[in-house]
């Protein structure tokens, strides 16, 4: 579908959404609807993945390590639930209800009846295969194995089973309870009916299921870190925080790319950023922003001070002069003369990093049809859906013009702005990505990429 077609954002997302959903080679599972589940991992994400459950009217088993664990995860649900009724969100019996549908249990072994178990433990290889070579050994045959990682290879972890058709993953976004997206990733071995399992599942969760392939940062993730990237960048060469997140938010983010890091919080981001210091290759650009940012005790609203100040139990941003200064003082020690930078440049680096990204993705097989990229960052990533999302609203600039000012900062930063062969090839053929629909590009790329083992980190 074409921006120029007269349709308008709002059709061609619902379209899009369904198309997500058509996937060649997957069988027809109709509604499967999972007649119990478990989740494993009782902080955060598995808190809201579980109560995603309940509210579906899926009984779920809650898992952790301890009953400290599993008490202070419940807790939170519970109290979540409560928010809701206060707020007039749902009724006492209902909250009750679904609260009823949630167990708890400090064994692996409770996921022996589970028609799908959900893996939500810390974002660590090695924790995540030795959870996956019990859950191969205790889970039913038929199950659904699915792994919330964001980033990490869906094969290595399912080497830790003996059953690697049935792990894939399954990433949910934050708060999962409320985040409509889902990212399903299929590894080498998966089975298409556990794709199909699980698409399913996520429309019984009231979710957007969409399929991506099994690189680094997957469809989401993967131009997240471009779009850091040239964040930092911007305030590392003159700009500030509340410049870069003023010019986004008026285009229609959610919310900016620092007061989003605030949020999520900097301290777990950056240890394999401070893992891969010696380790990096040496022949492109890296930014250490968010280490200093760390290193001064800022972790983001939780510790009061982020790239902005908090007051105490509020997440309203202020204005940080002193750490302002100190921003400008990191630039000066990396030797750069910072300068003024308009709001255009601000906005076409972050937006143009991530349609570059999105048409290199395409053209790898990481994300089948335009409409998905779109799907994700709309349904994800707080892109506006006025706009279509990313490729629908390159269509509309002209993907030439994207083309032409990729080259140009191409110019003085090589490797990261390297021009997708698929934006190329749509720029000078004067077509768009719309023509594409899920017509596979003409790229001469698999459309089932291996995964990446290039060295990436959580954050640029």
């Known amino acids: 579908?074409?921006?120029?077609?007269?349709?308008?954002?709002?059709?061609?997302?619902?379209?899009?959404?369904?198309?997500?959903?058509?996937?060649?080679?997957?069988?027809?599972?109709?509604?499967?609807?999972?007649?119990?589940?478990?989740?494993?991992?009782?902080?955060?994400?598995?808190?809201?993945?579980?109560?995603?459950?309940?509210?579906?009217?899926?009984?779920?088993?809650?898992?952790?390590?301890?009953?400290?664990?599993?008490?202070?995860?419940?807790?939170?649900?519970?109290?979540?639930?409560?928010?809701?009724?206060?707020?007039?969100?749902?009724?006492?019996?209902?909250?009750?209800?679904?609260?009823?549908?949630?167990?708890?249990?400090?064994?692996?072994?409770?996921?022996?009846?589970?028609?799908?178990?959900?893996?939500?433990?810390?974002?660590?290889?090695?924790?995540?295969?030795?959870?996956?070579?019990?859950?191969?050994?205790?889970?039913?045959?038929?199950?659904?194995?699915?792994?919330?990682?964001?980033?990490?290879?869906?094969?290595?972890?399912?080497?830790?089973?003996?059953?690697?058709?049935?792990?894939?993953?399954?990433?949910?976004?934050?708060?999962?309870?409320?985040?409509?997206?889902?990212?399903?990733?299929?590894?080498?071995?998966?089975?298409?009916?556990?794709?199909?399992?699980?698409?399913?599942?996520?429309?019984?969760?009231?979710?957007?299921?969409?399929?991506?392939?099994?690189?680094?940062?997957?469809?989401?993730?993967?131009?997240?870190?471009?779009?850091?990237?040239?964040?930092?960048?911007?305030?590392?060469?003159?700009?500030?925080?509340?410049?870069?997140?003023?010019?986004?938010?008026?285009?229609?983010?959610?919310?900016?790319?620092?007061?989003?890091?605030?949020?999520?919080g900097h301290d777990l981001a950056v240890d394999s950023k401070r893992r891969a210091l010696t380790t990096r290759p040496t022949d492109r650009r890296w930014s250490d922003l968010e280490l200093f940012l760390v290193d001064r005790g800022r972790l983001g609203q939780k510790s009061g001070a982020g790239w902005y100040r908090y007051e105490p139990n509020t997440r309203r941003p202020l204005p940080d002069p002193d750490f302002d200064a100190d921003i400008v003082g990191y630039s000066k020690g990396l030797g750069l003369e910072r300068r003024h930078i308009s709001d255009e440049e601000i906005l076409h680096r972050c937006l143009y990093a991530l349609v570059n990204r999105a048409a290199h993705l395409l053209g790898e097989g990481t994300a089948e049809k335009p409409g998905d990229i779109d799907v994700v960052y709309t349904s994800g990533y707080g892109f506006p859906a006025s706009t279509g999302g990313p490729l629908y609203w390159a269509d509309t600039i002209g993907p030439g013009r994207v083309l032409s000012e990729v080259e140009r900062f191409a110019r003085d930063d090589p490797y990261w702005w390297q021009p997708a062969p698929l934006l190329i090839e749509i720029a000078r053929s004067g077509s768009t990505f719309g023509c594409l629909g899920s017509v596979t590009p003409s790229t001469g790329v698999s459309p089932n990429p291996q995964p990446t083992t290039t060295i990436e980190e959580t954050r640029p």
């Open 1 to 264: 579908m074409k921006a120029e077609d007269g349709n308008t954002a709002a059709e061609y997302l619902r379209g899009a959404e369904r198309a997500a959903g058509d996937l060649p080679g997957i069988p027809d599972v109709g509604d499967w609807r999972p007649t119990s589940a478990a989740v494993v991992g009782a902080g955060t994400m598995g808190g809201g993945i579980a109560t995603a459950f309940a509210n579906a009217g899926i009984p779920v088993t809650l898992i952790d390590r301890t009953p400290e664990d599993i008490k202070r995860g419940y807790d939170s649900i519970r109290r979540n639930y409560a928010a809701s009724v206060q707020r007039g969100r749902v009724d006492h019996s209902d909250a009750d209800a679904r609260l009823a549908r949630i167990s708890t249990s400090t064994e692996l072994t409770s996921v022996a009846g589970a028609d799908v178990v959900i893996e939500a433990v810390f974002e660590e290889m090695a924790t995540k295969q030795a959870i996956f070579a019990e859950l191969g050994r205790h889970a039913r045959s038929d199950a659904v194995l699915g792994t919330n990682t964001s980033t990490l290879d869906i094969d290595q972890i399912a080497s830790a089973t003996k059953r690697p058709e049935i792990v894939i993953g399954s990433h949910f976004f934050s708060p999962a309870n409320v985040m409509r997206l889902l990212e399903v990733v299929p590894g080498a071995k998966t089975d298409a009916k556990t794709v199909a399992r699980l698409m399913a599942l996520g429309r019984s969760l009231g979710k957007v299921a969409v399929r991506s392939g099994n690189r680094h940062g997957f469809i989401g993730n993967a131009m997240l870190l471009d779009y850091l990237r040239q964040a930092m960048f911007l305030v590392e060469e003159g700009a500030l925080p509340a410049d870069v997140d003023r010019v986004l938010q008026d285009f229609g983010m959610a919310m900016g790319p620092f007061v989003m890091t605030d949020m999520a």
